[in-house]
C-alpha cells in the first residue's frame, strides 16, 4: 500500500530563511506526490504535484519541491519564508484501489514562521 | 467561478442521531470525494464518487454512507452518531477520476461535533 510519513510534527523558523517541510514516501510503481496547505478552519489548498519530469517541482506561494527516487523523499522548500505561511502542510500520494482513486495524507507538520 | 461549497458550515448533534452532509463541486467536475479529518490528523479517505458511481470505499464502516447526483453534487450520510465521529468532514473535486494525477479542489468542510 501507498503511504507518506512526515517525520515532523512542527518546524520552526524565522522570516526570512529558508524553509524544508520533510516528507517521505513509499509506493509501488511511479508516484504521484502532492503538497497541500490548511490554514485554520480552512479546507485544504493545493500548492504543487509530481507526476513525472523533471526532479524540482515549482507551486504556488513561492513553495517548491523535490522529488529524490533514491532517497525515497519529496521535500517542500521554500528561499524565504514569510510570517503568513504558518500554516500545516501535508504531504500526499494517489494511490489507486480497484476502481477508483484516493489520496493518501500525511499527518501534517505544522509550520511556524516568527517574525 | 465559485469553488467547492460545502454545507452545513458547523452542527451539532448527539449520539445515536443521523446527519447529512453536502457538497457542491466546481462546475465541470465530475469526481467528488469526501475526507474525514480528526483533530490533530491528516484527512482520511471515505468515498470516491465518479459519474453518479461509488469508486470506492475506505475503511469506514457501514454507517457511512454517500450519493451523487446527476448534477454531481453529493450528499454524505453518517447513521446512529458515535462521539468519535466528531470531525471535519471535507469534500473534494476533481476533474477526472484521479489517473490523470489531477490535484484535488476541497471545500472548507463541515464541523461536526457529536455529544
Known amino acids: 500500500a501507498q503511504s507518506v510519513a512526515q517525520p515532523e510534527d512542527q518546524v520552526n523558523v524565522a522570516e526570512g530563511n529558508p524553509l524544508t517541510v520533510k516528507c517521505t514516501y513509499s509506493v509501488s510503481g511511479n508516484p504521484y506526490l502532492f503538497w497541500y496547505v490548511q490554514y485554520p478552519n480552512r479546507g485544504l489548498q493545493f500548492l504543487l504535484k509530481?507526476?513525472?519530469?523533471?526532479?524540482l517541482v515549482k507551486g504556488s506561494y513561492g513553495f517548491e519541491a523535490e522529488f529524490n527516487k533514491s532517497q525515497t523523499s519529496f521535500h517542500l522548500k521554500k528561499p524565504s519564508a514569510l510570517v503568513s505561511d504558518s500554516a500545516l502542510y501535508f504531504c500526499?500520494?494517489?494511490?489507486?484501489f480497484g476502481g477508483g482513486f484516493k489520496t493518501i495524507f500525511g499527518a501534517g507538520t505544522r509550520l511556524f514562521v516568527k517574525a | 467561478d465559485a469553488g467547492v461549497t460545502q454545507s452545513p458550515t458547523h452542527l451539532i448533534k448527539t449520539r445515536g442521531q443521523q446527519v447529512t452532509l453536502r457538497c457542491s463541486p466546481i462546475s465541470g467536475h465530475k469526481s467528488v470525494s469526501w475526507y474525514q479529518q480528526v483533530l490533530g490528523q491528516g484527512p482520511q479517505f471515505i468515498f470516491q464518487y465518479y459519474e453518479k458511481e461509488e469508486r470506492g470505499r475506505g475503511n469506514f464502516p457501514d454507517r457511512f454512507s454517500a450519493r451523487q447526483f446527476p448534477n454531481y453534487s453529493s450528499e454524505l450520510n453518517v447513521n446512529a452518531l458515535l462521539l468519535g465521529d466528531s470531525a471535519l468532514y471535507l469534500c473534494?473535486?476533481?476533474?477526472?477520476?484521479?489517473?490523470?494525477?489531477?490535484?484535488?479542489?476541497f471545500g472548507e468542510g463541515s464541523r461536526l461535533t457529536v455529544l
Open positions: 473534494a473535486s476533481s476533474l477526472g477520476w484521479g489517473s490523470d494525477g489531477g490535484e484535488l479542489f
Open positions: 500526499a500520494v494517489r494511490d489507486y
Open positions: 509530481y507526476i513525472t519530469g523533471d526532479n
